[in-house]
């Protein structure tokens, strides 16, 4: 298993040599150039699979699935200008390689992310064989098998190939950076960073959790990679001043979660978006700086009010001061070359091309070892393979919505079922994000959802780029929704809480994340997109008070335990607000403000005997 293992790792840094050197020269057209991120994909996921050795027949299969990787993937690279002219007439060796070809990217998906969706693929591409034979609004259109799985496969432009493109040239190497910054120590510097700025604040790591959370989303983009980071010190700290374990793991998990939406390195989600748009991703980092940073002003919120509402006094962590400007350089200089390279317009992979190779010179001065860099890199490419072959396998089901009809009729749905209301629309779209995200796959909700979703809103008069978003932000946080809440569940493991609760309390931590999608269609300015009014100063104003007023509702704590009555006049005062933006009626406004007097009030005025009512 030694060579395996070696072999592995060999293979890994091939995959990372390769993406890298891609980045400055063009070695390869487009369609070898997929298949080869392909190949690397499904190879090191098989190799793994041989060299953790779990079971004989694991191991046997793995191999041999390996070996079919390297004879399918080497017929489309030496064949694929004769596949381009034969598509849709292929021969039977072609088919039979692209049946091969779509069920190791399937096998290869299970492996990585579990056996939903592969089984949601397989239920979706076998309905058009089904559906021809139903009557309308059932009826949908099948091309047949051999077109099919031409379409699916060996078409080289749709299906497996249709989102590729995302993971070679937006994601694979920010998930690659993360790799290495974990691995040579680069985040000890957020956890120091945290202590200068809420040391002293009440319930400080609880704060701790989120500044630190909302540093590290900024160069990961994971939130499984920010609640490993962060959570290992920030959850006992949690706990050891009082928190119960599962709101110390909900405000690790929702904390966490903030990191893909926290610029500049956004998570998977955003670079599908940038890549299916085509919206430069600088813009998609600017127009999601005033939402973070309320998200995140949402999470510190919850804490506040859940400190008081448990009693829980400051607690002093002292910071390495002097060691901090060294620990900040794999930090600071990735960021800076990201943020600089980015405004300047160079691409996201010319982009993380350097910041990778910066932070690689800075573990070299601070003489990180070699082991620990080549580790750092072999982890980062297994997550990145994972993702890559998940992201061919959603192409299957966009292929299947579109030649089968399905995409234009759920469009239409939609549209019909809504009756043409906008709210309407959008409940419906964030209830199928949701629904989708129950499983943990926010990249997967997104890329299903925007094939059907995101037209009616344009057609409803949503701008197509913020159409996007609201998809992009819901699809986000599919992480925190139960029952397959993913940060979540590890939360709950480090702090040895319940994962349900964890799970349920996580969503009311992150509320800003399922309300501020909805706030986007309705003040277009928190994504950066002014009409230059009065009013939208009233619209922001209306929008902290929503965040702010909803988490004294949920917590049940303002300026002391609140009462039932405070509590019901905390929610009539969010809904007021959410009612302004939505019917743009200042009588609204006015009414949320006047239940939030009463709230002040009454929350002033305890000692006369009103928190009992």
């Known amino acids: ?217 900024m160069i990961t983009g994971s939130a499984a990679a920010n609640v490993a980071i962060t959570g290992t010190f920030t959850i006992p700290l949690m706990k050891r001043i009082g928190y119960k374990p599962e709101h110390a793991a909900a405000i690790e998990a929702a904390a966490s979660n903030g990191g893909q939406i926290m610029p500049p390195i956004m998570g998977m989600v955003a670079f599908a978006m940038a890549g299916i748009t085509g919206i430069p991703y600088v813009d998609i980092c600017i127009m999601a700086i005033i939402p973070a940073i309320l998200y995140f002003f949402n999470c510190g919120t ?46 996201v992979m010319y982009v993380a091309f350097w910041a990778i190779i910066g932070l690689i010179l800075i573990a070299i001065i601070q003489k990180k070892s070699a082991a620990e860099i080549f580790n750092g890199l072999t982890e980062g490419a297994k997550a990145g393979a994972g993702i890559a072959a998940s992201v061919a396998a959603v192409g299957l089901i966009a292929t299947t919505f579109i030649t089968s009809g399905l995409g234009v009729k759920i469009a239409s749905g939609i549209v019909t079922w809504s009756g043409g209301n906008l709210f309407l629309g959008l409940l419906i779209i964030w209830g199928v994000c949701i629904l989708l995200g129950l499983v943990g796959l926010s990249l997967t909700a997104y890329l299903i959802v925007v094939i059907f979703g995101v037209s009616p809103l344009v057609k409803m008069g949503i701008p197509p780029e913020i159409a996007h978003f609201f998809v992009m932000y819901v699809s986000v946080f599919a992480f925190l929704t139960p029952p397959v809440a993913v940060v979540a569940l590890i939360a709950a493991r480090m702090a040895g809480a319940s994962y349900l609760r964890t799970a349920i309390e996580s969503t009311k931590v992150a509320l800003a994340g399922f309300l ?88 002033r005025n305890k000692e006369n005997g009103l928190d009992n009512i």
């Open 516 to 603: 501020l999608p909805f706030l986007f269609i309705y003040s277009p300015v928190l994504l950066l997109k002014p009409k230059h009014s009065f009013w939208e100063m009233i619209e922001v104003l209306a929008i902290i008070l929503i965040l702010s007023t909803s988490q004294i509702g949920l917590v049940g704590y303002f300026l002391k335990k609140c009462s039932y009555l405070e509590r019901i006049l905390s929610i009539i005062s969010t809904l007021s607000f959410l009612f302004y933006l939505v019917e743009k009626s200042f009588l609204f406004f006015i009414t949320g403000i006047i239940f939030l007097g009463a709230l002040i009030f009454f929350g």
């Open 1 to 217: 298993m030694k060579r395996i293992s070696f072999l592995v790792k060999l293979v890994a840094l091939a995959m990372v040599f390769y993406q890298m050197i891609s980045t400055q020269v063009l070695l390869l057209p487009t369609v070898p150039h997929l298949n080869t991120h392909l190949f690397f994909a499904l190879l090191l996921i098989f190799l793994s699979g041989v060299a953790e050795g779990k079971s004989k027949a694991k191991s046997i299969s793995s191999l041999i699935f390996a070996i079919l990787t390297l004879f399918a993937t080497g017929y489309i690279h030496i064949y694929w200008k004769e596949l381009q002219m034969r598509a849709y007439f292929n021969t039977p060796i072609d088919l039979v390689i692209g049946v091969v070809l779509i069920f190791l990217t399937l096998e290869a998906t299970r492996r990585s992310i579990g056996l939903f969706l592969p089984l949601l693929i397989l239920g979706i591409a076998i309905y058009p064989f089904i559906g021809h034979f139903l009557p309308e609004p059932f009826y949908c259109h099948s091309l047949g098998i051999a077109r099919t799985i031409s379409k699916q496969s060996m078409a080289l432009e749709s299906g497996l190939f249709q989102f590729l493109s995302i993971s070679t040239n937006y994601i694979f190497l920010f998930i690659l950076l993360g790799g290495l910054l974990q691995a040579v120590g680069g985040t000890s510097f957020f956890m120091e960073v945290s202590k200068l700025i809420v040391g002293r604040i009440r319930g400080g790591p609880a704060m701790m959790a989120v500044v630190s959370s909302a540093m590290v989303g």
């Open 302 to 347: 919850y804490v506040y009010f859940q400190t008081g509402k448990l009693n829980i006094g400051k607690i002093k962590e002292s910071a390495e001061v002097k060691g901090l400007v060294f620990s900040s350089m794999p930090f600071i200089v990735p960021i800076t070359i990201i943020i600089v390279l980015l405004i300047k317009g160079y691409s």
